[in-house]
């Protein structure tokens, strides 16, 4: 089995888009089962009808989707409304992208969406990388207001996986062991690799996020990490089935 642990559905603000269509034809391409999925940054700006038409889209997938809420924080009380919704409606997780929704992930207003996710029980998905914004520190330091909640890095806790990027990724993964990182975009093979190594293969994610990057590319990456059989398994299933509560 096989779980994209997250790509994205919808038409972006930004000028792109994906219909599950779309999602499905590429995880069958790829022989993958299932995609976690988010919605893009809504054109409108209202993510709580971005949400509740995720959830019409995953009903409707048949099983091969699985849906996550997306929030903007700086819609305070509106955006905890919204994440609640769409929990009950059964979102599995919380994505956060503090670059195209523009706030720092360790700035103030993003706590309460922390405090909430807690409260709720849900996993925590956060777009790393991004200068200013989401830099692994700065996401180690959102996830002490939710210290028993586990915290997903996408691209491997830095986008440029290179000299103190990697340090940081790892200073962040050493701060708590609910401290988990994507495999989306890491070209350095030996810095998963190294991941699985140190931390352990329970704390490594596999997620294509599409269509920013190509979900064959991705998945092959990750298929081609050197590590053991079992430790892949927990990669590309094991460890999504068991953060997103999936049977």
């Not at 992208?97 to 720092?104: A, D, G, K, T, V």
């Not at 849900?122 to 692994?136: N, R």
């Not at 002490?144 to 996408?154: A, G, H, L, R, S």
Request: glycine content about 10%; charged content about 20%; some cysteine.
């Amino acid at each position: 089995m096989t779980i994209d642990g997250l790509s994205f559905v919808g038409a972006s603000r930004f000028g792109y888009q994906r219909m599950a269509d779309d999602v499905i034809q590429a995880l069958d391409a790829e022989g993958i089962d299932t995609a976690v999925v988010a919605p893009m940054h809504p054109r409108d700006g209202d993510f709580g009808a971005a949400n509740r038409e995720l959830a019409a889209v995953v009903r409707a997938a048949g099983g091969r989707l699985v849906g996550l809420a997306r929030v903007d924080p700086w819609d305070g009380a509106a955006a905890l409304e919204h994440l609640t919704e769409a929990v009950g409606a059964g979102a599995k997780a919380v994505f956060l992208h503090p670059s195209e929704e523009h706030f720092p992930i360790n700035h103030a207003v993003a706590r309460p969406i922390a405090e909430r996710a807690a409260e709720l029980g849900i996993p925590v998905l956060v777009a790393t990388g991004h200068h200013c914004m989401s830099e692994a520190a700065q996401v180690a330091r959102f996830a002490q207001w939710c210290p028993d909640t586990p915290v997903i890095m996408t691209n491997g806790g830095q986008l440029n996986i290179s000299g103190m990027g990697q340090f940081d990724a790892q200073l962040a993964l050493d701060t708590s062991p609910r401290m988990h990182i994507l495999s989306s975009g890491v070209y350095r093979e030996d810095f998963l690799e190294r991941m699985v190594e140190k931390f352990g293969a329970e704390r490594l994610l596999f997620g294509s996020f599409a269509p920013l990057y190509d979900v064959r590319y991705e998945h092959q990456r990750v298929l081609k990490v050197h590590v053991t059989d079992e430790q892949r398994r927990l990669v590309l299933a094991g460890n999504a089935a068991r953060l997103f509560g999936l049977e």
